[in-house]
Each structure stands twice: as C-alpha cells, then as structure tokens.
C-alpha cells in the first residue's frame, strides 16, 4: 500500500469519527449512541428502513422501495378484492386504502400471473411485496406494459426536484 492511499484511508477513518458524534437530521436520535447512519448523509439506518426500504413478503428481507410495486402477492382475498395469487402491477394507481385499516386492489390496474402462494406473509398483511431475489426465485417477469410503467415512473421520478 502506498503512503499516500494509506494517508487517505487514515482521513476518511476521521471524517466517520465526526459522523458518529452528529444526530440524525430525521429523527435526532444520536448516531454512535442509539443509532446508526445509513448510506444517506446524516440519516440514521432506522429512518432509511421507513422511507427506503420494505420487507419481502416471502423471504423477509429488505428491499428498495424501488422495486416495492412491481408485482403484489394478495394473500387474502376478502380483504385484497382480488383472488389470492401473484399479480403484476400494470396502472397506477392500482391500490386504494381504505378508511378503516384495509384497502383493495383494482383489478384493472394488476394483471394476475399466478394463483395462489405456498408462503405466508408473517405479519397478517393480505397483500404483500417480493424483493429482487424472490422475484427471480419465482421466475416472475413483466410484461411490456409492466417494463413502461416501471420506466415512467423512473422517468417521473428524475423529473422531481430534490
Ligand atoms: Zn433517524
Ligand atoms: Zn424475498
């Protein structure tokens, strides 16, 4: 190793020293203390989990929002509006919260590709979402419209100011 990489890898072991003493900008709670930071300059890992990140319905993982509303595992048909099964989402929007607790699906907006799953969804969710691996593990693909709707909503996306 040359000194001058080893000079560098010596500041940036300073520069997560300070990190450590700040707060968190979201929720203030005290990085080193009770929280960590994430990957997001000045936002601790907690908050990264509420904004960025979701649960796998089969697996449990976390996963990007990202790739949150591409396909929906409805578990429980009464309170989905749909039979059980795996759908793609091809519309937005394609979910509608109910008032009290539940929401439905619009059967428009998804496009059913498989029937009912072999998995449970641990948290008593009628509907749920798969991260990338489970996605491949099921061998699910989208269609050409589910490929437009993801792309337009990237495009979207790029658009909003940060
Ligand atoms: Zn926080
Ligand atoms: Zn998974």
Do not use: N
């Amino acid at each position: 190793m040359s000194e001058q990489v080893e000079t560098r890898l010596e500041a940036g072991a300073e520069l997560q020293d300070e990190s450590a003493r700040q707060d968190c900008e979201w929720c203030g709670s005290s990085f080193g203390d009770f929280a960590t930071e994430s990957e997001v300059d000045g936002m601790c890992y907690d908050c990264y989990r509420d904004k960025f990140e979701f649960d796998c319905c089969r697996c449990q993982e976390s996963e990007h929002v990202d790739h949150q509303h591409i396909f929906v595992v409805v578990f429980d048909e009464d309170e989905a509006g749909v039979p059980g099964g795996i759908y793609e989402v091809v519309r937005h929007p394609y979910f509608t919260q109910g008032l009290i607790g539940g929401g439905w699906l619009h059967e428009w907006a998804v496009r059913k590709i498989r029937g009912p799953v072999d998995f449970q969804e641990p948290g008593g969710y009628p509907v749920g979402h798969l991260c990338r691996k489970c996605t491949k593990a099921l061998k699910l693909r989208q269609s050409a419209q589910g490929r437009k709707l993801r792309a337009d909503i990237a495009k979207k996306k790029a658009r909003v100011p940060q």
